[in-house]
């Protein structure tokens, strides 16, 4: 699949000469002739993304915007890796993974939609509004070792990605250190009793309970696990797919219709064309091959053909140019019939019926 994705990449697509080492870019645009830069900018998606639709009739002006725009391709491909590779670190081992069990399923995913629009990342949104504190901390900082592992790549969201990390960590370890101190303070406190008022029926407990979860205030842990989820949200949606850039048509290739065709191929329709032009395979062919002919003639019947009707119009189609006939060419004629009636038959076309001995049922009709 790889292979033809790169054939078809490079074949059909006329952005495709600029996909090459982003080092070797300028020397490639300064190569491209005025008709190639024409046909690239007229691109629906460079077209879609200039303003005002309006291209330059320069060729080093629109040069510099093909520069410029593979450039950016490639600074958000990487931006968008080491981010994607940082949420898959932390989201990673979750009940139903949500988004994928690998780093390519995540990947994937991002190539066909939006990060905030994945049915996956809004689940992982819901369970992060759910984990412990230790969890959290372990997973920010998988995350986080991620990060500066790709120190290469600099770009404000991975910046403003680490920070926002690095803040949420800060804030968790200030928690755990406040919560330590007033535990030893509260410990020589007694606990104050819960005053239940005048409740004298099941139905005024309840209320006086439902009263008291209301009442109950948000923790600090919990303050800072609701701005993790929404730190995350709003992270994440900034990032899109490189599908919604300009020129994304130099660096991706996405039609699945083509591979589709390459891998789901139809073998009745090919076998059908084959049979009736056989002239696109075979080449220098005087005479039609005895399958194809036979094969002609079995088109014109209906859903059962006489053998000896059928044998008749192949031996006249099989003589029509023999000045004379003769028993031994009859009998050659004949096998050479059968033969093809066989290979028919071994092909699907034909099959046997016991409705009437002399007759074969046709299975198919046209290319189909």
């Not at 790709?150 to 920070?163: K, M």
Request: hydrophobic share 35%; with cysteine.
């Amino acid at each position: 699949i790889l292979k033809m994705c790169l054939f078809e990449h490079y074949y059909s697509g006329p952005a495709s000469v600029l996909c090459c080492p982003e080092d070797q870019l300028e020397g490639v645009v300064q190569t491209l002739t005025r008709q190639q830069i024409s046909l690239i900018m007229n691109l629906p998606s460079v077209e879609r993304c200039m303003e005002d639709n309006k291209l330059s009739t320069s060729k080093q002006a629109n040069q510099r915007i093909l520069i410029d725009l593979v450039k950016m391709l490639h600074s958000h491909h990487r931006s968008s890796v080491t981010m994607l590779k940082a949420l898959h670190e932390f989201s990673k081992d979750l009940p139903n993974w949500p988004l994928g069990h690998q780093l390519r399923d995540t990947y994937l995913l991002f190539l066909q939609t939006p990060a905030a629009e994945m049915e996956g990342f809004k689940s992982l949104i819901k369970l992060t509004r759910l984990m412990s504190r230790d969890e959290i901390e372990t997973r920010l900082r998988s995350a986080m070792k991620v990060i500066n592992r790709e120190e290469s790549v600099v770009d404000p969201n991975i910046e403003d990605l680490a920070s926002g990390i690095g803040s949420i960590l800060d804030k968790l370890r200030e928690i755990t250190k406040e919560e330590t101190e007033s535990k030893h303070e509260q410990d020589g406190l007694e606990s104050v009793p819960i005053d239940w008022g005048n409740v004298r029926s099941r139905s005024q407990f309840k209320e006086k309970l439902k009263s008291l979860t209301k009442a109950k205030k948000q923790s600090p842990f919990e303050a800072v696990r609701e701005e993790l989820a929404q730190f995350i949200d709003k992270t994440f949606s900034i990032i899109s797919p490189p599908t919604n850039l300009a020129l994304h048509e130099a660096l991706y290739f996405d039609d699945a219709l083509v591979l589709k065709h390459y891998f789901l191929p139809s073998p009745r329709s090919v076998l059908h064309g084959a049979l009736v032009n056989p002239q696109a395979y075979l080449k220098s062919m005087d005479v039609l091959p005895d399958l194809s002919l036979a094969y002609k003639l079995h088109l014109e019947g209906g859903k059962l053909i006489n053998l000896y009707d059928w044998m008749e119009s192949f031996r006249s189609m099989k003589t029509a140019h023999d000045s004379g006939r003769s028993s031994d060419k009859d009998r050659l004629v004949e096998a050479e019939f059968f033969r093809a009636v066989t290979e028919l038959q071994f092909l699907g076309y034909v099959k046997s019926t016991k409705r009437k001995t002399d007759h074969v049922a046709r299975m198919t009709w046209g290319s189909c």
